[in-house]
T-cell receptor, first 114, second 113 residues
């Protein structure tokens, strides 16, 4: 049973380009969470999704960021018109259920904006 | 708003020492607490999960305790080894509808041979 798979592992974008980060949850998991880890800071919650639904996006920046988790395929975190401040490690986690179940994390995507 | 604090930010110990990593949180209304390990440039590995109704969990040389009323958790590592060198993160999930985690900034542990 493969773990949470994120790709790409490393992504370099020029300012103004779009970044698309993918996350495939563990088999059987239908709950996905995205977190961002900025340099010298802890992980911060961004968004919580279930299949075809955004449950909680209270941690998402208001502009340029969006997330989806379609019925088929991976969850996508999309950042439009990237800026240098978006450079960070983005982690995806999945869990089996809703309350209190253990979260399993992917290896992360390290985004560098040049 | 929940805040999780881990102090100190870094710790260096000689091999073989038993050590305790501390975590504190401001809102005791948590559903569970998890300890993670993160190696440089890598993802997070879950070490232990303690439900709010539990007092401690053990896995091998690791033991995590939880005192929910005082907002504290400790991770005890017995007989530390150089391979234990990593950043250790504490995270809590709230009561309520989802399991989003609030993380501390982590403690970077270095075990010297």
């Amino acid at each position: 049973n493969a773990g949470v798979m994120q790709n790409p592992r490393h992504l370099v974008r020029r300012r103004g380009q779009e970044a698309r980060l993918r996350c495939s949850p563990m088999k059987g998991h239908s709950h996905v969470y995205w977190y961002r880890q900025l340099p010298e800071e802890g992980l911060k919650f961004m968004v919580y999704l279930q299949k075809e639904n955004i449950i909680d996006e209270s941690g998402m920046p208001k502009e340029r960021f969006s997330a989806e988790f379609p019925k088929e395929g991976p969850s996508i975190l999309r950042i439009q018109q990237v800026v240098r401040g978006d450079s960070a490690a983005y982690f995806c986690a999945s869990s089996l259920g809703q309350r209190g179940t253990e979260a399993f994390f992917g290896q992360g995507t390290r985004l560098t904006v040049v | 708003k929940q805040e999780v604090t881990q102090i100190p930010a870094a710790l260096s110990v000689p091999e073989g020492e038993n050590l305790v990593l501390n975590c504190s949180f401001t809102d005791s209304a948590i559903y569970n607490l998890q300890w993670f390990r993160q190696d440089p440039g890598k993802g997070l590995t879950s070490l232990l999960l303690i439900q709010s109704s539990q007092r401690e969990q053990t896995s091998g040389r690791l033991n995590a305790s939880l005192d929910k009323s005082s907002g504290r958790s400790t991770l005890y590592i017995a007989a530390s080894q150089p391979g234990d060198s990593a950043t250790y993160l504490c995270a809590v999930s709230p009561t309520g509808a989802n399991s989003k985690l609030t993380f501390g900034k982590g403690i970077t542990l270095s075990v010297r041979p």
